[in-house]
């Protein structure tokens, strides 16, 4: 049982407030926060804060004695590896339009870059690592977000509303095949047009969208949608992502739903904060709306085409806990909650296995079967690895909030 201390990315999407109050920092940052990473991942790990003084890397902790930190079968399992990359994500601008490869693409594309010697560091570089990515994000605040092809007749009727002439033609692709097949020519037309047409093609949906939003009023059907793409549109003009917007589910979170994104799944993040768990990779192929490397042959290949509702998740919630399951086999979610007559609650922790704490609210105190305990504050967070079984904790002095993350193999509840 030990503290961390965590690396925080900064990208220009990112908040100058969320992570720095979380943590107790001054606010605004200097510079936008984007990202709190807790985990072992090569490109920024953690580092573990022993009572003696000593800060040591959580991955090369793993590397010298992963049987003792992850447990022998996860060891076993997960070639010594922590399975799973968890986050604090704070949007304040929105991020790229994107999916992320499965397992055995991600596997041949790290082999095919390297072997084209592609630098790990070249921005050109599609694959980061050997792994799949698929992710669960559960919101702080109200979060915003574009996930998945939306069903194709929504879509029909979204763009009949807009009638924008520049894109009748290409929508008849979708009204002539109302499934996946035509969600793929419809998207892969627009995502590969000259840029000399785009130019002149997003200012119309652009002008279209206004006039719709004039029309109907701010309550009008589609409207979350259509104020997307007008944001979208002012912030990257002439972009094929403001096109591909229009095909995807728009979906708003409360705080405490997750929304989880599997492998080929179009997404955008638009804004909000939330705790993001995810596979243990970095590895991004991205379709527009950024001004980093976009490739989309490769992205066209990674793509899944399935229309289906936003797969948005409260969880399954017992007393104090909520868990969040999902078919990844690399992490579940856990939350903690303690208010009212739930405060001071003891809850009993998941046995065996990595797994990272976070406390987002509160205090809570952390008490191991060996005895030892530790109070963790709000921004604190804390390594248990499979030598620290019988855990429990209980909020300390009133309402707190805790963030649990375990890999996904474990059926057991508690």
């Not at 997003?202 to 006039?211: G, K, L, S, Y």
Request: hydrophobic fraction near 40%; proline fraction near 7%.
């Amino acid at each position: 049982m030990e503290l961390l201390d965590n690396p925080v990315r900064r990208y220009a999407w990112g908040s100058r407030t969320v992570i720095a109050e979380l943590q107790g920092r001054p606010v605004p940052s200097p510079h936008p926060e984007a990202e709190l990473w807790l985990g072992a991942h090569p490109g920024d790990p953690s580092c573990l804060l022993f009572s003696d003084g000593r800060r040591i890397s959580l991955l090369d902790e793993l590397a010298a004695d992963p049987v003792t930190r992850l447990g022998e079968a996860s060891a076993r399992r997960w070639n010594g590896q922590l399975p799973f990359l968890f986050k604090v994500l704070a949007a304040n601008e929105p991020l790229s339009l994107q999916a992320h490869p499965g397992a055995a693409d991600a596997a041949a594309g790290f082999a095919r870059e390297n072997a084209e010697g592609i630098r790990l560091d070249d921005a050109r570089r599609n694959y980061k690592d050997v792994n799949h990515k698929p992710e669960l994000i559960c919101a702080l605040t109200e979060f915003h977000a574009l996930c998945g092809f939306r069903e194709p007749e929504g879509t029909l009727e979204l763009l009949g509303a807009l009638a924008v002439p520049e894109l009748a033609a290409h929508v008849d692709l979708l009204a002539g095949q109302p499934d996946h097949g035509g969600l793929r020519a419809l998207f892969s037309t627009w995502i590969t047009l000259p840029q000399r047409l785009l130019d002149h093609m997003v200012p119309a949906v652009q002008r279209a969208c206004v006039d719709l939003l004039r029309k109907g009023g701010p309550d009008r059907a589609f409207g979350a949608e259509l104020r997307t793409v007008l944001e979208l549109s002012e912030q990257y003009p002439g972009d094929a992502g403001v096109l591909a917007a229009l095909l995807l589910n728009r979906v708003t979170l409360a705080p405490g739903e997750a929304l989880y994104t599997g492998d080929g799944v179009l997404h955008a993040h638009l804004s909000g904060a939330g705790v993001e768990l995810m596979a243990n990779s970095d590895n991004v192929l991205r379709g527009g709306l950024t001004p980093k490397h976009v490739d989309v042959p490769e992205l066209l290949k990674v793509l899944d085409f399935e229309a289906c509702p936003a797969p948005v998740m409260t969880g399954t919630a017992d007393g104090v806990i909520t868990r969040y399951d999902t078919v990844a086999e690399e992490f579940r979610l856990w939350r903690l909650d303690w208010s009212g007559p739930t405060n001071g609650d003891v809850v009993p922790l998941p046995d065996s296995g990595p797994r990272i704490v976070l406390c987002t609210a509160g205090s809570a105190k952390v008490s191991a079967g060996s005895g030892r305990s530790m109070t963790l504050d709000r921004g604190e967070s804390l390594w248990l690895d499979a030598t620290d079984v019988a855990v429990k904790v209980a909020s300390v002095d009133g309402p707190a909030q805790l963030f649990l993350a375990t890999d996904g193999t474990r059926t057991s509840d508690r």
